[in-house]
């Protein structure tokens, strides 16, 4: 596979603000503490690195050298609190590009959806269970807020319950994407549909071990990873009802 390479630059007012080369001078700067020495770590001359520096102070909102006038060593030149930020920004932003380029070679993965393309390569659950959908409604129920969930695999909306204060926390809104995430050990398993139960779909037991099962749902393929205590009731290719509870299972979107 060819290597691949992506420099990050970042322009404020239509100017340079920070690139590399720049990036690379203010971590010297962090650690030796002196923009002299931290000119030579980075093979650039002591001009040039106090142009850079200058120009970058000139377009940053917010002073990014200081002068520590104390210490053992006489003093010398820290970087500011926002400095520091800075640095911790751009090796995210470096982050997050390298997620991009990553989604780009993986057609599986849809660019449509900000949330679906995040979660795919940034975000790791101990939930088994992970779906992505779309607010449908939301209604009040015995001070609760339910959520419907369009899931385009599922032939209903599955219905999950949050606190007001969540719904607002979240800016949930219809047709707003959202992701669910359901432990293995919250979803239940009966051989005949329940009364009255919310969430509840007929499935096929794909495959089974000692600890859990794998359910499809055979108009899709749509699987769920459930936990089991009594392995030996259930079998490959039974037919059964799986049931969530919607207060187990967890919503979360981007801003």
Not at 162 to 187: D, F, G, H, N, Y
Request: glycine share 4%.
């Amino acid at each position: 596979m060819k290597s691949t390479e992506i420099l990050l630059t970042i322009k404020l007012q239509h100017m340079l603000f920070i690139d590399p080369k720049r990036v690379r001078l203010l971590k010297e700067i962090q650690q030796c503490g002196s923009i002299n020495q931290a000119a030579k770590n980075a093979k650039v001359s002591y001009k040039s690195a106090w142009d850079h520096l200058e120009a970058m102070n000139r377009l940053s909102p917010s002073p990014l050298l200081e002068r520590n006038t104390g210490g053992k060593n006489g003093g010398g030149t820290v970087l500011t609190s926002y400095a520091k930020r800075l640095l911790q920004l751009y090796d995210l932003l470096e982050k997050t590009q390298d997620h991009a380029f990553k989604i780009l070679q993986d057609e599986s993965v849809p660019l449509d959806s900000q949330i679906t393309a995040t979660a795919r390569f940034s975000l790791q659950s101990s939930a088994r269970n992970q779906f992505f959908g779309k607010v449908a409604r939301q209604r009040m129920i015995d001070s609760r807020c339910i959520v419907d969930v369009d899931i385009a695999t599922l032939s209903e909306p599955l219905q999950v319950s949050i606190t007001t204060k969540s719904s607002a926390r979240l800016k949930l809104i219809t047709e707003k994407e959202v992701m669910l995430m359901c432990k293995a050990p919250w979803v239940k398993m009966t051989k005949q549909p329940l009364e009255n139960q919310t969430n509840q779909f007929p499935v096929t037991i794909k495959s089974i071990n000692e600890e859990e099962a794998i359910l499809v749902f055979e108009d899709s393929g749509m699987e769920f990873c459930a936990t089991i205590t009594q392995p030996n009731q259930w079998e490959i290719a039974q037919q059964i009802w799986l049931h969530i509870d919607p207060e187990q299972i967890i919503l979360a979107t981007l801003e």
